[in-house]
């Protein structure tokens, strides 16, 4: 299994980035997929999930109205567009399976700061 995030980088307040994970080594169309993220000092908290059945979507409090998750089964490709983003958006931002079942990637960094 491999999960390779991109897409980050260093963003102004209220910018948007669109970050992808590229998924290899198991059937990724059948995973209930999300999106995960960690700030300096604190837990790693799972911000966005999207079903494999109907595509099905939910959002942590935090992001919701300014993130969307998506994913293309065709491409093993998940993306998070992500807007309006925050200061406290700044973290490193991993993909997985929603219940965290495979070996993290080494994630992508997103710093939002003026």
């Known amino acids: 299994v491999r999960l390779v995030e991109s897409g980050g980088g260093l963003v102004q307040p209220g910018r948007s980035l669109r970050l992808s994970c590229a998924a290899s080594?198991?059937?990724?169309?059948?995973?209930?997929m999300g999106w995960f993220r960690q700030a300096p000092g604190k837990e790693r908290e799972l911000v966005a999930v999207i079903t494999s059945t109907d595509g099905s979507t939910d959002y942590a409090d935090s992001v919701k109205g300014r993130f969307t998750i998506s994913r293309d089964n065709a491409k093993n490709t998940m993306y998070l567009q992500m807007n309006s983003l925050k200061s406290e958006d700044t973290a490193v931002y991993y993909c997985?399976?929603?219940?965290?079942?495979?070996?993290w990637g080494q994630g992508t960094q997103v710093t939002v700061s003026s």
């Open positions: 997985n399976d929603r219940d965290g079942l495979f070996s």
């Open positions: 080594g198991f059937t990724f169309s059948v995973y209930d």
